[in-house]
């Protein structure tokens, strides 16, 4: 069965601190694994994909196959980082998308 | 935003009156999906749509129902709603990323539906 945990309902820091959100995945094959964000009172949004390798508003996740773990970071965190994060999982990459979320962590930077 | 709306944007209903939920896009997507999002679960699919007139049933379809007569709608009804059905509910489309050969899901705003 495929599975999305995320540990921590919430992680509060100060800002300029890092941040560590953690995402680990159940699943048999080679899944495609994304961060979406959700901003107050904005869309759900793909902040990153482990496939691009590249780095969006300063975070960055590596995908760990022998943890099966694909871990959110980012090195100082700023107070627009709030928001709640949401780790998922796609068996596939294809036009249809069957994600599977994780419960998400909300991130909390105080000033 | 993809072309992505939906309506209504709030609503209050009571126990056992059906529910729709309305997802209108513009730009000819074929995949279409609606979530329901609870605190403590994430985001859980309910129904979701490969094409007009083809819809499957998701991880939590039970109490719901879709349809899709025109590419550019995807319904979601509550047949008789209940406490448990109050909830956050996005639709959502996937289309390639610009510039990329990957695909992305792209978010309706969300309607805020109350079950008293």
């Known amino acids: 069965a495929q599975r999305v945990t995320q540990p921590e309902k919430l992680l509060s820091v100060f800002k300029g601190a890092p941040v560590e959100l953690k995402c680990n995945y159940s699943y048999s094959g080679s899944p495609e694994l994304f961060w979406y964000v959700q901003y107050s009172r904005q869309r759900l949004q793909l902040l990153l994909r482990h496939i691009s390798r590249e780095s969006i508003k300063g975070f960055t996740a590596d995908l760990n196959k022998g943890e099966t773990s694909f871990h959110l970071k980012k090195p100082f965190a700023q107070e627009e980082d709030s928001a709640m994060y949401y780790c998922?999982?796609?068996?596939?990459?294809?036009?249809?998308?069957?994600?599977?979320f994780g419960t998400g962590t909300r991130l909390l930077v105080s000033p | 935003d993809a072309g992505i709306t939906q309506s209504p944007r709030h609503k209050v209903t009571e126990t056992g009156t059906p529910v729709t939920l309305r997802c209108h896009q513009t730009?000819?997507?074929?995949?279409m999906y609606w979530y329901r999002q609870d605190p403590g679960h994430g985001l859980r699919l309910i129904h979701y749509?490969?094409?007009?007139?083809?819809?499957d049933k998701g991880e939590v379809s039970d109490g719901y129902s879709v349809s899709r007569s025109k590419t550019e709608d995807f319904l979601l009804t509550l047949e008789s709603a209940t406490s448990s059905q109050t909830s956050v509910y996005f639709c959502?489309?996937?289309?390639?990323?610009?510039?990329?050969?990957?695909?992305?899901?792209?978010f309706g705003p969300g309607t805020r539906l109350t079950v008293t």
């Open positions: 959502a489309i996937s289309e390639r990323t610009s510039g990329s050969t990957r695909y992305e899901q792209y």
């Open positions: 998922a999982l796609s068996p596939m990459n294809t036009g249809f998308q069957k994600l599977v």
């Open positions: 749509s490969y094409g007009v007139k083809d819809t």
């Open positions: 730009e000819n997507h074929r995949y």
